[in-house]
């Protein structure tokens, strides 16, 4: 995260009530239903400063689901393999191979009712 005055880095910190050196992902995950979190990003080297207030609205988990578990699981790691893919043309190449696994996937489904009925 950069600072919107200065361009340098920014640290994220959240409290009051947390210690510091807590994460906001660990937070959220300790939370309840309609609590705040406030959450204040600093940048040192200018000064800039912001503070902002969450309310956690709603709380969904997949708890006992693991197949919704391993897929998210899958999701996060797909796309951090995504985020270290600095070349476009590499990109667009991994979407076109989706693609064409997913006709793929269609049309031998299509083949599998068709020949069932």
Known sequence: MNCPACGSSVTLEVGPDWPP?????????????????EVTRNCWDCGWHEVRQL???????????EAA????????EITDD???I??????EEIRAEIRRQRRHDQATTDTEEETSE
């Open 82 to 84: 995504l985020a270290t």
């Open 69 to 76: 578990v391993e897929r998210a699981a899958l999701v996060d």
């Open 21 to 37: 050196s807590t994460s906001l992902p660990d937070v959220l995950l300790a939370v309840d239903e309609d609590e705040r979190i």
């Open 55 to 65: 309310r956690v609205e709603s709380i969904d988990t997949t708890e006992g689901d």
């Open 86 to 91: 600095t070349d476009s043309t590499t990109l």
